[in-house]
């Protein structure tokens, strides 16, 4: 199966393992552009995102990678204090495969976040509860 990972960038080290590891179960793994340069601290303009995502194209781009896919993982790690954080960004690329029809996996549940809660649920997305073998 062909899957996008959507998640925010400061998991990019994360992003490369769960790359490592579905492609170790056969999958073709897309990522994010430049997660090595994020995982490596070394992307120009990251104190800049809005800068960085006009620039780059980021959201498009993504997006396209979406659009190729069987399947997206979202990886939703805690951050910031939040269990199983889902960003603006991570939950609009969730919006963009579930209008295109494609299977939505979670790594983790859902955040309890009233603002995407209801709608995330809508899209009926399949949580893993961090075990790789239910993607089918």
């Not at 492609?23 to 120009?44: D, M, N, S, Y």
């Not at 910031?80 to 939505?104: C, D, K, Q, S, W």
Request: with cysteine; charged share 20%.
């Amino acid at each position: 199966m062909k899957i996008t990972i959507c998640s925010s960038m400061k998991l990019a080290l994360e992003i490369l393992e769960l790359q490592t590891r579905l492609e170790k179960r056969g999958h073709i793994c897309l990522i994010p552009f430049e997660t090595e340069l994020w995982a490596q601290g070394g992307v120009p303009d990251a104190h800049d995102p809005v800068r960085r995502k006009i620039k780059h194209d980021l959201i498009r781009k993504h997006f396209e990678k979406i659009q190729e896919s069987d399947a997206i993982l979202v990886l939703n790690l805690s951050q910031n204090g939040v269990p199983h954080y889902i960003g603006a960004n991570t939950f609009l690329e969730m919006g963009f495969a579930h209008v295109l029809g494609l299977r939505i996996f979670l790594m983790h549940q859902l955040p309890d976040n009233p603002y995407i809660k209801g709608e995330a649920e809508a899209m009926r997305p399949i949580v893993l509860y961090g075990n790789l073998s239910h993607i089918t």
